[in-house]
């Protein structure tokens, strides 16, 4: 009688144990999954922002439209963690300032050249924010840019005002918009 008692609390104790770590996995998994749908997102309306902040290089002073963009933010706020909402946000104070910098006359290409540096960087650290969120195991640092650096000679065309070679310029078919945005595909 005692064994079978026994038998039986044990394997209730399993029962409810499975039942409680499948739960705590499942749970697990839809953050993740939501966590990176959001980040997703995110790096989607990013760069539509970036695309129509780019025209600047052009001497255009495109008016952007912030709302969906707000809304994915807040999305973000919701659902990921910490660093990723810190590093989301940082990167939405950096587009305010690049878009406040082109409306104050700053534009074409050389300024536009100077405005995407720290846009870049606060994406590259949001990038870096999102892997450590999905996964501990990604905290080394990736290339977030595909394009040659600014200097690069290949990047470099004759000035077409002058059409001196030692005057150069940056060539616009290296410079249209986000160059390798990555998508997060874990």
Same mark, same amino acid.
């Given at each position: 009688?005692? *064994?079978?008692? !026994?038998?039986?609390? +044990? $394997? @209730? /104790?399993?029962?409810?144990?499975?039942?409680?770590?499948?739960?705590? &996995?499942?749970?697990?998994?839809?953050?993740?999954?939501?966590?990176?749908?959001? *980040?997703?997102? !995110?790096?989607?309306? +990013? $760069? @539509? /922002?970036?695309?129509?902040?780019?025209?600047?290089?052009?001497?255009? &002073?495109?008016?952007?439209?912030?709302?969906?963009?707000?809304?994915?933010?807040?999305?973000?706020?919701?659902?990921?963690?910490?660093?990723?909402?810190?590093?989301?946000?940082?990167?939405?104070?950096?587009?305010?300032?690049?878009?406040?910098?082109?409306?104050?006359?700053?534009?074409?290409?050389?300024?536009?050249?100077?405005?995407?540096?720290?846009?870049?960087?606060?994406?590259?650290?949001?990038?870096?924010?999102?892997?450590?969120?999905?996964?501990?195991?990604?905290?080394?640092?990736?290339?977030?840019?595909?394009?040659?650096?600014?200097?690069?000679?290949?990047?470099?065309?004759?000035?077409?005002?002058?059409?001196?070679?030692?005057?150069?310029?940056?060539?616009?078919?290296?410079?249209?918009?986000?160059?390798?945005?990555?998508?997060?595909?874990?």
């Amino acid at each position: 009688m005692v *064994s079978a008692l !026994l038998s039986s609390g +044990f $394997a @209730l /104790i399993g029962v409810l144990l499975g039942a409680g770590l499948t739960a705590r &996995t499942g749970d697990r998994q839809w953050t993740r999954q939501t966590q990176l749908a959001a *980040s997703r997102r !995110l790096m989607d309306e +990013f $760069a @539509l /922002i970036y695309d129509t902040m780019a025209l600047s290089r052009r001497g255009e &002073t495109p008016d952007l439209a912030w709302a969906s963009w707000n809304q994915v933010l807040t999305e973000v706020s919701f659902v990921c963690t910490k660093p990723v909402v810190d590093a989301a946000y940082a990167l939405d104070e950096t587009l305010w300032r690049v878009d406040w910098a082109i409306h104050g006359g700053q534009a074409g290409q050389e300024a536009w050249l100077e405005l995407r540096r720290p846009v870049e960087n606060a994406r590259a650290a949001l990038v870096h924010a999102v892997r450590l969120q999905t996964s501990p195991r990604l905290r080394d640092s990736v290339r977030t840019l595909g394009r040659p650096v600014d200097e690069a000679p290949c990047g470099r065309t004759r000035s077409p005002d002058t059409g001196d070679p030692d005057q150069l310029r940056l060539a616009p078919e290296h410079d249209r918009g986000p160059i390798a945005i990555m998508r997060l595909a874990l």
